[in-house]
Each structure stands twice: as C-alpha cells, then as structure tokens.
C-alpha cells in the first residue's frame, strides 16, 4: 500500500540553526511528493512539492529533493526563524489512481530566540 | 488569493446528535475533499467528490457519514449520530484537477461529549 513515514517530533531549535526533518514513503506506482505546514490556528498549507525523482521542490528557503533509490523526500532548511514554528507534514499522492493524499504523523517544529 | 473556507471553526456536540460541517472550495475547483486528524495521529482521507457524487471514500466513511454540495459554492460533511471517537479536526480541501495538491481549509474541530 501507500504510506508516508515521518520523524517524529517535537522538535526544538534555536534561531539561525539548521533544519532536518525525514520523511520516508512507500508507494505502489509513481507519487507525486509534497511538504504542508500548519501555522497556529491555520489550516494545512502547501510548503512545496516534486512530482518526479531528482525533482527539488523549494519555497521560503525550505528545500526537499525527491530521492527515489532511497524513497525520502527530507525537508532542510539552512537558517530556521522564529516565524517557522509549527507543525509540517510530508503526504504524497499517486500521480495516477486513487486520488487522495497519503500524510505522515507532523512534526512541531519550536525555534527559540 | 483564493482560499478554501470552513465553519465553523470549533464545534462541540452531544454523542449521538447530528452534526454538520460546511467548507466553501476554491470557486473553479471541481475536485472536493475531507480529510479528518484524530488527536495525536495522521491525516486521514475520508472522501472526495467530483461532479456530483462521491468518487473514492475510505473504510472511515461509513454509513454515518455523507456529503453535499446543495449549491453552487457550499460543501457539506454530515455525521448522522455522532460518537465520542468522532473527535477530530476535520480538513476540507479542493484541487482544480486529480492527482495534484490540494488546497485545504483551515480546519474545523470536532469535540463529542
């Protein structure tokens, strides 16, 4: 079946450090990948998104390259912002086929000044 | 820019009342989704719904659950006899085509007591 896997959290950071959180899938065919961020009392946001291997997907210095031979799809950024506290989500969706997304757990990411 | 909109945005309900949860998609969408996070656990898909009638759902949506677009703009999620495991928050999301990302609402939860 198809599932998405994801370190949990919480995790803790001070401002300026550096982010990873790892995201591994498994899927029947050829999915589509994606990074969501929920912000406090917001919905689910889309962060960024590869929809084929060696894809990097990247949106407000948040990166996430699509490693098929490993099947992971890691979130990093370089210098983390107080502003970047909250939960983030991996999900993937068939690019054919059942048309729904497949999310991992989150993982509440606190940054400290 | 265009949001996907719920109400409301909490609601706490009596075990075994009805209960009725509304999204406004994204105006020139035509795919509709629900997706519901249990405390603590992954995001799950219930159902999507496309040109008028349900197109996938989960073993989740069972005979409690149902959907409907009444008109032009409103999607409704309905429980018929709600149970204490029903709590969640409940994510309504569009997407203007399958198989891509979905733009979600920014939830509305669901306390039964």
């Known amino acids: 079946g198809n599932s998405v896997t994801q370190m949990e959290g919480p995790v803790t950071l001070s401002e300026e450090a550096f982010l990873t959180i790892n995201c591994t899938y498994t899927?029947?065919?050829?999915?589509?990948l994606f990074w969501y961020v929920q912000y406090p009392g917001e919905g689910l946001q889309l962060l960024l998104k590869a929809t084929k291997a060696d894809d990097k997907g990247s949106n407000k210095g948040f990166e996430a390259t699509y490693r098929k031979e490993t099947t992971s799809f890691h979130l990093e950024k370089g210098s983390v912002q107080v502003s970047d506290s909250a939960v983030y989500f991996c999900?993937?969706?068939?690019?054919?086929?059942?048309?729904?997304?497949?999310f991992g757990t989150g993982t509440r990411l606190t940054v400290i000044p | 820019e265009p949001e996907v909109t719920q109400t409301p945005s909490h609601q706490v309900t009596q075990m075994g009342q009805e209960v009725i949860l509304r999204c406004v998609p994204i105006s020139n969408h035509l795919y509709f989704y629900w997706y519901r996070q249990i405390l603590g656990q992954k995001v799950e898909f219930l159902v999507s719904?496309?040109?008028?009638?349900?197109?996938?759902k989960s073993e989740i949506f069972d005979d409690q659950f149902s959907v409907e677009r009444p008109d032009g703009s409103n999607f409704t999620l309905k429980i018929r006899s709600t149970k204490l495991e029903d709590s969640a928050m409940y994510f309504c999301?569009?997407?203007?085509?399958?198989?891509?990302?979905?733009?979600f609402g920014q939830g509305t939860r669901l306390t039964v007591v």
């Open positions: 719904f496309y040109n008028n009638e349900i197109s996938e």
């Open positions: 899927a029947t065919g050829y999915p589509s």
């Open positions: 999301a569009s997407t203007w085509a399958p198989n891509t990302e979905a733009f």
């Open positions: 999900a993937l969706i068939m690019t054919t086929g059942a048309n729904n997304l497949f």
